[in-house]
């Protein structure tokens, strides 16, 4: 007896009717059709099984997807040439982003290099240190005033003025590419600024366009979801609603008031946003961030974040993505509880595409709470219970990113390891600030909720790892301490699976920026602190043997090319935090189903440390050699691995 699984009989359907349509098109040739068509039955049953999830109960299915397939086939219609030939070879290389020749780098047009058009200035620079895969941070027209770093959209189809044309953006997309690198542009989906045409027409009495926003006459829904919301930014802005005047009522505003949370449940958002995301893939954008991605449906009595919908959502822009522009990958911004982060990558019940490429948000906090407390437990603990990313797919590994550092350690995994959780992050909190005994930090406090007591960190690596501190004070012992420290944090976002990103001044030590300050429209927002202008002059110093801006910058550049030669580090493998009979010695494991064994040792500790040599049969090195270290080929002694503090070692199983 046949089971019939309806969505997929009507998918198919669907898809058989659109493909129709695409053989009466004139505008494309035989192949061009062949290849749309076949896309189209490639993605017609996630299509419509995500469509289906979000607006099943309300609205008619058929005519959505007949829609979205109409949108992705026109993009599809005027897309270039120079960008179909690398759809065409990322559909022979899926695994193209997954690659061990990935490496990231992060940072801001202006602060990087004055203006859009210049960045190609400095692609020399980025070649050095081994970068394939360039992340601007927001780039498109946003508000004018306080825009939260970008991430208040005017208009996405335009670059923001400030910084230069669409042209431009067009134009660094091709230099990139002909250098074999990829270009990350963000896509705010959660919400526009309320200067968007969207929202103005929205304000102006445009029914159509209100029904993008979520709009409340009265505080009675505001008030009752705000029972179990959580706030971004308590201190900044307090609430998750706006009265605003011109729409006679609140606005769902989970960010800044001048932020408006797009109302999904609408099908036209949707349709809005594909148009969106299709258009920007047709000017050259390689992978979208898509920020703030939990936020995107609202259901009362939760937190509203990491709602099923919001899952389905992204599966079908996905898949109306890929009809069009099967180069492009998305990246899911979603700082979540790790249970919650996986299914970004499509890890349901079953794969479902979904993100290709998300932030490794545990693996950095873990990090820094392992430098601080000097023990690798609670990192060891938290990671083994994480379900590994889906083999299509991998993470973005980071060290420090554009925003706070929220303390995102799990009660649970705290009580495993003996800590209490709450007095843990209050720790962290007060260490990273310079205000716990001995603390070689210079970060400062974000966003301290009153209430909870809770508080997030803001400051640049070289400031959280002492590199800050000890050139103020000529220190030349904590300075080699502090760079060991930042080297060691990157040795692990390097080779733990994964995109490793280079946050822009991290290469060169680059401390905190106090000039927002004076920025009247950045001032409030201490973020600013560890968003920092390149300082070319520093830079400049990079090949300065023993000055701090080369021992990191080289460093850097011998994990790209460390990294470059160790198939074990492409995605699709599985990495293993194990444990290890030293507290402040992390062990991680990649196995790789193609490539074999790969163990890296790090010492978080400021003593030389040694650990059992049974680690390396555990992962498959029993003989190991050594692929990268900071102190020479690793060290055995009897049946210890010694370590130097705050040292590392990459291992290989020895060929033979
Ligand atoms: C993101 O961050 C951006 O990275 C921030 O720079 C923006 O201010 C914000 O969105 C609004 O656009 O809460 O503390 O789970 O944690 O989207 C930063 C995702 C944030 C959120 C994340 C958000």
């Not at 019939?4 to 198919?12: E, F, I, L, T």
């Not at 193209?96 to 960045?119: K, P, Q, S, T």
């Not at 900044?236 to 449940?265: I, K, R």
Request: aromatic residues 10%; negative net charge.
């Amino acid at each position: 007896m046949a089971v019939v699984d309806s969505d997929a009989v009507r998918a198919r359907a669907a898809a058989a009717s659109a493909a129709e349509r695409v053989a009466e098109r004139t505008d494309l040739d035989e192949d061009r059709r062949d290849e749309i068509c076949a896309r189209l039955e490639g993605v017609a049953a996630d299509l419509w099984r995500a469509l289906r999830q979000v607006y099943g109960g309300t609205h008619d299915i058929g005519e959505l997807f007949d829609r979205l397939v109409e949108l992705a086939v026109a993009a599809a219609a005027v897309r270039p040439a120079r960008l179909r030939r690398l759809d065409r070879r990322r559909e022979i290389d899926q695994a193209w982003f997954l690659r061990e020749r990935m490496i990231g780098y992060v940072c801001y047009a202006d602060r990087f290099a004055g203006r859009l058009g210049e960045v190609a200035d400095h692609l020399d620079y980025l070649g050095e240190l081994g970068v394939t895969y360039l992340h601007l941070m927001p780039l498109l027209s946003a508000r004018e005033g306080e825009n939260d770093g970008g991430y208040a959209v005017a208009d996405y189809r335009e670059v923001d003025p400030r910084l230069g044309r669409l042209a431009d953006l067009t134009a660094l997309s091709q230099d990139l590419h002909a250098r074999g690198m990829s270009l990350c542009v963000d896509v705010v989906l959660n919400h526009t600024a309320r200067e968007h045409a969207w929202a103005r027409a929205a304000m102006a009495g445009d029914e159509t366009y209100r029904r993008f926003y979520h709009v409340f006459a009265d505080r009675r829904l505001p008030d009752a979801y705000s029972t179990t919301l959580w706030e971004v930014f308590p201190d900044t802005a307090p609430g998750s609603f706006s009265c605003v005047e011109e729409m006679g009522g609140w606005v769902w505003t989970t960010f800044h008031d001048y932020q408006w949370d797009l109302n999904w449940a609408n099908p036209d958002v949707l349709a809005a946003m594909s148009e969106t995301i299709l258009f920007l893939a047709n000017a050259g954008v390689d992978v979208f961030r898509l920020d703030a991605v939990p936020f995107l449906w609202k259901r009362i009595g939760t937190d509203c974040q990491n709602q099923p919908e919001a899952h389905a959502l992204l599966q079908a822009l996905r898949a109306v993505l890929r009809v069009a522009a099967p180069a492009v990958v998305f990246k899911a911004e979603a700082i979540v509880a790790p249970d919650q982060l996986v299914p970004y990558l499509g890890a349901h019940q079953t794969y479902v595409p979904e993100c290709d490429l998300a932030y490794h948000n545990q693996l950095m906090v873990m990090l820094w709470s392992s430098l601080a407390s000097r023990d690798v437990r609670l990192m060891t603990q938290s990671l083994r219970r994480m379900t590994p990313p889906p083999q299509q797919t991998s993470w973005v590994t980071y060290v420090r990113c554009h925003d706070d550092i929220g303390w995102a350690v799990s009660d649970a995994d705290a009580h495993a390891v003996g800590l209490d959780p709450r007095a843990h992050r209050r720790f962290l909190v007060d260490f990273f600030a310079g205000r716990h005994p001995g603390s070689f930090a210079r970060g400062a406090l974000f966003q301290e909720n009153p209430v909870t007591g809770d508080a997030r960190t803001c400051g640049a690596a070289a400031a959280l790892t002492g590199i800050e501190l000890a050139m103020r004070q000529g220190d030349a012992a904590g300075l080699q301490a502090g760079i060991r420290r930042l080297l060691l944090l990157y040795s692990v976002t390097y080779s733990f699976g994964g995109i490793p990103l280079v946050y822009s001044g991290d290469e060169l030590g680059l401390g905190n920026d106090t000039s927002y300050l004076a920025d009247p429209g950045l001032a409030e927002d201490n973020r600013w602190m560890h968003r920092p202008f390149m300082d070319w002059e520093r830079a400049g110093r990079r090949h300065l043997e023993g000055s701090v801006e080369g021992r990191i910058f080289a460093g850097l550049v011998q994990m790209g090319q460390a990294r470059r030669d160790l198939p074990a580090l492409r995605g699709g493998g599985v990495s293993e935090a194990l444990w290890t009979d030293d507290p402040h010695v992390f062990a991680y494991h990649r196995k790789h189903p193609a490539s074999g064994d790969f163990l890296a040792l790090a010492n978080f500790s400021d003593d030389p440390q040694s650990c059992h040599t049974s680690v390396l049969a555990a992962a498959g090195v029993p003989e190991p050699q050594t692929a990268l270290s900071s102190d020479g080929p690793v060290s055995i002694a009897g049946d210890r691995v010694l370590l130097e503090p705050w040292g590392f070692v990459w291992l290989t199983p020895r060929p033979g």
